[in-house]
């Protein structure tokens, strides 16, 4: 799904799509000269990243973008009409069987010789990690403050001799019951098992359903030697108490050093949010082709937003590298459009406003623009929610489309940084390093103190395999410590965590 000509202001994407993308804003009247000679005139205003028709469309037909339905038209479109909600409807509905039909590996480029490896901090364990922090991680929201005030005390304290302590803030491990409790322990636990942290400063408030000696439980043994455990009902001053357990931790942490790793040990995580109509042309391919160089290298690369896989799951069940990946990735998807259901809600109800204005239309053109991310790398394994990879190469795990709540779970799952496109812009900054990719290049200069790299390059006559060097050379940078994201600088780290389930 590469993009196959641009011509002045537009782009087509593939020879048989209906549509052009408008590279600019549009006004009526105008004329597009098509390559094969053929030209017309725009039959309404088109605003930068939609789609004008590039010939007559009878009511109820496919529209085809990326060489894929995208929905069917509600009328009939004219010649030169810009399509959009107004005119477009997902083809999506109910819920669908699949049939394992696996097509032929591709071959991925390795990566140039002298971005091979990074250096990184290997683990007693053996895994690696690109930066050496200490984490607060609180068992209950109720002490958010208090981790908050000692995470600011001992970034005071101990922040010139590890890289930086931080605490994740969040609302849970109270009044949780079933499998929500069990949700929130085996993610905070994920977390807590996170290379990225030389230390882990564990605190419970003492009276909570997740209880700190039942949390420990949660907590793999080869991790334990890292981590420290606080009751704060129980420790006359928990500050006090908190920075003694983190010198402790910063001792541990400071015996580590950088040193080469090879690229096998490293894992990113690929995600999307604030998505526009440039979004599937040029950041999404882009970090799909880095995703395929970092595999080809032994590496591994983390997908979700399974909501947003609807209508495109195919292209990826077809890249199951056996038939139980794909028994488990059909499992996935239709384990969460079963959760809308139970909830009484429309499965397809989705782009978001946002989306919609940046020129996405249905469900299904905006999951073929979000799986090109995954590259076209095979499909190794299938996570649950919370759970962490094991396996080298394209894994997908299970999370919604919420930027918050997947970037947790991807950070969770084990990617050391993560990739996250935008066409829209966001400041967010997950638990690892988040690299802010723009769609295109008005967003990149005008947010500067948000993007980290400007994917629009490709509009704008760098080639692809030019760009994605860039982006490449840039996160072995970040993966070195020798470069700090822009939400890194500012200090934007945030976790969600997924909810479903009873608070009492």
């Known amino acids: 799904m590469s993009t196959t000509s641009t011509i002045n202001d537009w782009i087509a994407i593939q020879p048989q799509d209906d549509v052009i993308i408008a590279l600019r804003d549009y006004v009526k009247?105008?004329?597009?000269?098509?390559?094969?000679?053929?030209?017309?005139?725009?039959?309404?205003?088109?605003?930068?990243?939609?789609?004008?028709?590039?010939?007559?469309?009878?009511?109820?037909?496919d529209v085809m973008k990326y060489g894929f339905s995208i929905g069917l038209a509600q009328e009939a479109i004219a010649q030169g009409s810009w399509i959009h909600s107004h005119n477009l409807k997902?083809?999506?509905?109910?819920?669908?069987?699949?049939?394992?039909?696996?097509?032929?590996?591709?071959?991925?480029?390795?990566?140039?010789?002298?971005?091979?490896?990074?250096?990184?901090?290997?683990?007693?364990?053996?895994?690696?990690?690109?930066?050496?922090?200490?984490?607060?991680?609180?068992?209950?929201?109720?002490?958010?403050?208090?981790?908050?005030?000692?995470?600011?005390?001992g970034q005071s304290q101990f922040g010139s001799r590890v890289d930086g302590v931080f605490h994740f803030p969040h609302p849970f491990g109270c009044s949780q019951l079933g499998d929500d409790l069990k949700y929130t322990q085996q993610l905070l636990a994920s977390l807590v098992e996170h290379p990225n942290a030389g230390g882990v400063l564990v605190i419970g408030l003492g009276c909570e359903n997740n209880q700190v000696d039942q949390f420990r439980e949660c907590i793999a043994p080869e991790y334990r030697e890292k981590v420290r455990f606080l009751k704060a009902q129980e420790?006359?001053?928990e500050l006090e108490e908190g920075l003694r357990l983190m010198e402790e931790l910063v001792e541990i942490a400071e015996q580590e050093k950088r040193q080469p790793l090879p690229l096998s040990k490293l894992k990113i995580g690929l995600k999307c949010g604030g998505s526009d109509g440039l979004s599937g042309i040029t950041a999404n391919p882009l970090v799909g082709a880095v995703a395929d160089l970092l595999v080809a290298a032994g590496g591994t690369a983390i997908l979700t937003e399974v909501p947003e896989m609807f209508g495109a799951e195919t292209i990826l069940m077809n890249r199951a590298a056996d038939e139980?990946?794909?028994?488990?990735?059909?499992?996935?998807?239709?384990?969460?459009?079963?959760?809308?259901?139970?909830?009484?809600?429309?499965?397809?109800?989705?782009p978001s406003p946002g989306n919609k204005a940046g020129?996405?239309?249905?469900?299904?053109?905006?999951?073929?623009?979000?799986?090109?991310?995954?590259?076209?790398?095979?499909?190794?394994?299938?996570?649950?929610?919370?759970?962490?990879?094991?396996?080298?190469?394209?894994?997908?795990?299970?999370?919604?489309?919420?930027?918050?709540?997947?970037?947790?779970?991807?950070?969770?799952a084990g990617a050391h940084i993560v990739l996250f496109t935008t066409g829209r812009g966001t400041p967010f900054g997950g638990p690892v390093p988040t690299v802010k990719i723009a769609t295109q290049s008005d967003l990149a200069n005008r947010k500067k103190h948000w993007i980290d790299f400007n994917a629009g390059q490709l509009l704008e006559g760098q080639t692809m395999e030019q760009v994605k060097e860039q982006l490449f050379s840039q996160i072995i940078d970040i993966a070195s410590g020798r470069a700090q994201t822009l939400s890194e600088q500012h200090g934007f780290r945030e976790i969600a965590i997924f909810k479903d389930g009873v608070i009492l």
């Not at 690696?128 to 208090?146: D, F, M, S």
């Open 359 to 412: 020129g996405i239309t249905t469900l299904e053109e905006k999951s073929l623009g979000c799986t090109q991310k995954g590259g076209r790398s095979s499909v190794v394994d299938v996570l649950r929610y919370g759970k962490r990879v094991t396996k080298t190469g394209l894994n997908i795990v299970e999370a919604p489309g919420n930027d918050l709540v997947s970037v947790t779970a991807l950070s969770a």
């Open 324 to 350: 139980k990946v794909f028994n488990d990735l059909v499992d996935l998807v239709n384990g969460f459009k079963q959760y809308f259901v139970n909830h009484g809600q429309n499965i397809y109800e989705n």
């Open 29 to 61: 009247g105008e004329r597009i000269d098509l390559p094969d000679g053929h030209s017309f005139t725009l039959q309404d205003d088109v605003p930068k990243g939609h789609k004008i028709a590039v010939h007559d469309l009878a009511q109820g037909a």
């Open 90 to 153: 997902t083809g999506l509905h109910g819920l669908l069987e699949y049939e394992y039909q696996p097509g032929q590996p591709m071959t991925i480029d390795m990566p140039p010789e002298h971005l091979r490896t990074f250096d990184g901090y290997l683990r007693p364990n053996g895994e690696a990690g690109i930066r050496n922090e200490i984490w607060i991680v609180n068992t209950v929201g109720c002490i958010n403050k208090v981790c908050e005030a000692l995470a600011r005390m």
């Open 235 to 237: 420790t006359e001053d």
